[in-house]
């Protein structure tokens, strides 16, 4: 009998702690390396996966399987979790801008960035999906995606007219589902 | 009007680029109902769903699972925020039930919210003195640690390494001593001392060993002393310290479980 994460949320929904188990050991590992990704700490890395299966927990009556599937609802609870965690340390600490910035710094179109995904391949490992992208929309697709900066932000940051970035956005995401369409 | 705005909006919105007045016209077209952009941010979020899932899959530290079970053990049946329907047809049911009661019930949840009162402000009691406890603890910490600070300040103030002996040969220590003020010994790795004893300090000069009080370590094996000055200003050649008598003694007797470094 095949279980999907559909099923395994509609059983944590009415409390069965086994299937919510499953759950972390399916999803965990998928969103852990986004989180630290985003918060680069391991620490805070772990506690924002706790919190948000925590909340998994407690709100998996409110999936809804016609919305998207269960992986997509967790990626996207994962990425705004963890980009909060960072804004929120941001805040505490006025004279610590990192990692933010950091995240911003070491993103995208860069060189290394490119060097690093092309040496990949050439060992024959998998690129992510994101590292398939033309470099300029696979960079404004990180900055906004890992580092949290919005349209404006990324447009005063690589000195574009708003209108280029929001088209690389389009365009990116147009090619980012290509992507994953073509090698799930 | 054309859709095709939108579509750029919602692409900005699915990876939370969107800002200022354009989120607010976007967030309002969703909140009208728009298939289209459903559709739309339905498909983005798969996709980055699926760049999520194109990166090695990392395991988190084992603690988190552990931590996120004990926390829904813990929880029980007591978390749900929202009732299924049926059971809150029922629930409401019962309420009504209990209010067709409330003349009798009124007078007995009273005297129950009365008892639980009492229980919650014996409860708050205990919890205060529980920190006030724990305020005098760190304020006698801070204390020392103060104490230990100023010392270091003063030119004359030495450190002195203390070594484990015989039966606690990974203990260590360091006393920082003034020659005129005394000093504070840190000790680490110390077992703790059989039931009935404690660990004696002693300082040695010229003469016998003087003792120079009783410590205890805690269950991580640390303590902190403060000692007082030597009588007369000797001066001291070697810390030492022994298993003695909780009482402490006035000349050593049990074994000898750490000493300076000369």
């Known amino acids: 009998m095949a279980t999907s994460g559909a099923d395994l949320l509609r059983r944590i929904a009415a409390g069965d702690r086994e299937a919510f188990a499953v759950f972390y050991d399916w999803y965990a590992p998928v969103v852990f390396p986004l989180i630290l990704r985003i918060v680069r700490e391991r620490a805070d890395a772990s506690d924002v996966l706790q919190e948000l299966f925590w909340e998994a927990w407690q709100s998996a009556g409110r999936y809804d399987p016609a919305r998207g599937s269960p992986e997509a609802w967790m990626v996207m609870r994962a990425r705004s979790r963890a980009i909060d965690r960072v804004r929120s340390t941001r805040r505490r600490s006025s004279t610590f801008v990192a990692p933010l910035d950091d995240a911003a710094a070491a993103v995208p179109g860069s060189e290394r960035a490119r060097d690093a995904a092309e040496l990949a391949e050439d060992r024959g490992m998998v690129r992510s999906a994101l590292e398939r992208l033309p470099g300029p929309q696979r960079e404004v697709i990180e900055l906004a995606y890992y580092a949290g900066l919005t349209q404006t932000e990324i447009a005063e940051r690589l000195k574009q007219p708003l209108g280029t970035v929001k088209t690389r956005i389009r365009l990116g995401l147009e090619r980012l589902r290509e992507v994953v369409q073509a090698s799930p | ?262």
């Open chain 2, 1 to 262: 009007m054309s859709h095709e705005p939108f579509d750029t909006l919602a692409a900005a919105w699915a990876v939370g680029a969107l800002d200022g007045e354009e989120r607010a016209v976007f967030e309002r077209h969703l909140a009208d109902g728009c298939d289209v952009c459903e559709a739309e941010l339905r498909s983005s979020a798969e996709a980055l769903a699926a760049a999520a899932r194109s990166v090695p899959p990392m395991i988190p530290p084992p603690q988190v699972k552990e931590a996120l079970l004990r926390r829904i053990t813990a929880t029980g049946s007591a978390r749900r925020e929202t009732l299924p329907p049926r059971r809150l047809v029922w629930a409401v049911g019962s309420l009504v039930a209990v209010l067709a009661g409330a003349g009798f019930t009124a007078t007995f949840v009273a005297t129950r919210y009365e008892a639980r009162l009492g229980q919650v402000a014996r409860e708050a009691a205990a919890l205060r003195a529980s920190v006030q406890r724990d305020e005098a603890a760190l304020r006698e910490q801070i204390a020392v640690y103060q104490g230990a600070v100023d010392l270091l300040r003063d030119p004359a103030t030495q450190i002195v390494l203390l070594r484990g002996l015989g039966p606690s040969p990974r203990a260590n220590g360091r006393v920082i001593w003034h020659p005129v003020a005394g000093g504070h010994l840190f000790v680490a790795n110390l077992p703790a001392p059989p039931p009935g004893k404690a660990y004696e300090l002693w300082t040695i000069g010229d003469a016998a060993p003087q003792p120079a009080g009783v410590f205890q370590v805690d269950g991580s094996g640390r303590g902190t002393y403060r000692i007082g000055p030597v009588a007369g200003g000797q001066p001291v050649k070697v810390f030492a310290v022994t298993l003695e008598p909780e009482g402490g003694v006035p000349a050593p007797t049990g074994p000898m479980v750490m000493a300076s470094v000369k």
